[in-house]
């Protein structure tokens, strides 16, 4: 499944596009009737899903060995305009921010910059300043807190002022935030997800390689990847006409996006674990890079398995990787995924490793019909096995 051709895949349904070109693998298999049915039934359901909704819409695209080749909008953009969504629409991208931190912490690993089991404290000596910490426990690793396993609690005690502030003031945050942040267990010892974690690693990253985070990310992830619908600033910019207006919306009927607006300046600490934002496009080309794409390579080989390889203890076929949920299917396949949630955005990405087939799903609200993971996994079930 390497080879391009430049028709386009549309599965029966009209495809809204702006800036995004969809390329579809040279293979019969793409565009079959059994693929065309899947991606058609599947398309049905989230059209009902989001119209029940009526909040806001989820911008979908299906990916193979990076390539976009369907992409769809549903409901809409902005309630206020009544623009569309569309499937360039870009979207914040909440903790799918920690896979891109991962790709980068393993672009440094290949540089020779950092290590991944070499204590924090070498890089980033404020960590030492964390509460709680057992007597005798292993010093904390850039691996531990990539997979969720240093044994530190989910978020600051002090959490509104870590959460505050702006997009420049995100390292301050975490600075004032460490003392404020105990161990809850000790280190290895199991899957325990921590916010303050990655952004603590993001802050680490930075202090080895003496170079700004969102810089490094940009030219070691978004610019590598062609990723030109990406970045962790939107307010001001080019892509700012592209963004999906944020609603946060409640069980009660309530719909707001005083909050999504206020959080596009800056939401304290949240930059290596909930800064990005990025287009579904963008992300299939993400996905790609972690499934091996030839094209797509930017990390060794070496450095890619060990990043969607199981880290933590519980079961050894269904956990977390470095920066990415892993699980193997009852089929064997392999699908690393991650999701994200802010306020007023919802996301989720997935891939299968074997056939380079996934889904992208953004979303401009926070709850709604659509399982975003349950609908991205169960169209990569149908799709994948047909390019098998």
């Known amino acids: 499944m390497r080879c391009l051709a430049s028709r386009i895949v549309t599965s029966g349904l ?10 579809a693998p040279a293979s019969a298999q793409v565009g079959s009737a059994d693929w065309e049915r899947a991606i058609s039934n599947w398309a049905e359901s989230v059209t009902d899903q989001v119209s029940a909704d009526a909040v806001g819409g989820i911008a979908a695209g299906v990916v193979v060995d990076g390539d976009l ?107 004032s935030a460490l003392p404020e942040t105990a161990y809850d267990s000790v280190p290895g010892a199991r899957y325990q997800y921590s916010n303050i974690g990655f952004g603590t690693l993001g802050l680490a990253l930075s202090r080895a390689a003496g170079r700004p985070f969102m810089e490094m990310v940009r030219e070691e992830v978004f610019t590598p990847l062609g990723m030109t619908g990406s970045s962790f600033v939107v307010d001001g910019t080019e892509l700012e006409a592209r963004l999906a207006s944020g609603y946060t919306n409640g069980r009660d009927g309530t719909i707001d996006g005083s909050m999504p607006a206020r959080e596009h300046s800056g939401r304290g600490y949240k930059v290596p674990n909930g800064g990005v934002y990025s287009t579904v496009a963008d992300l299939g080309r ?23 390889s199981v880290q933590t203890p519980e079961n050894p076929d269904r956990g977390y990787g470095l920066g990415f949920s892993v699980q193997r299917t009852e089929g064997g396949s392999q699908i690393v995924s991650h999701g994200g949630s802010v306020a007023g955005y919802t996301a989720y990405m997935a891939v299968d490793t074997e056939t380079g087939v996934g889904v992208v799903l953004l979303r401009n609200y926070n709850q709604g019909e659509t399982n975003l993971a349950r609908a991205a996994q169960s169209l990569i079930q149908e799709l994948a096995p047909v390019l098998r």
């Open 286 to 308: 993400f996905l790609g890079a972690v499934a091996g794409v030839p094209g797509l390579r930017i990390l060794s080989e070496e450095s890619r398995l060990e990043m969607i």
């Open 69 to 175: 080749v369907w992409a769809r909008g549903f409901g809409l953009a902005d309630r206020a305009s009544r623009a569309t969504m569309e499937p360039s629409a870009i979207s914040r991208t909440g903790s799918i921010s920690k896979s891109v931190t991962a790709v980068l912490m393993m672009r440094l690993v290949d540089q020779g910059v950092v290590e991944l089991d070499v204590p924090v404290e070498r890089y980033l000596p404020e960590f030492g300043q964390l509460t709680d910490r057992r007597p005798g426990a292993e010093v904390v690793t850039l691996r531990h807190l990539a997979s969720h396993t240093a044994g530190i609690v989910r978020e600051p005690r002090n959490l509104p002022a870590a959460v505050s502030g702006p997009l420049e003031a995100w390292e301050e945050r975490i600075l």
């Open 14 to 23: 009209a495809i809204l596009v702006l800036g995004v070109f969809l390329a």
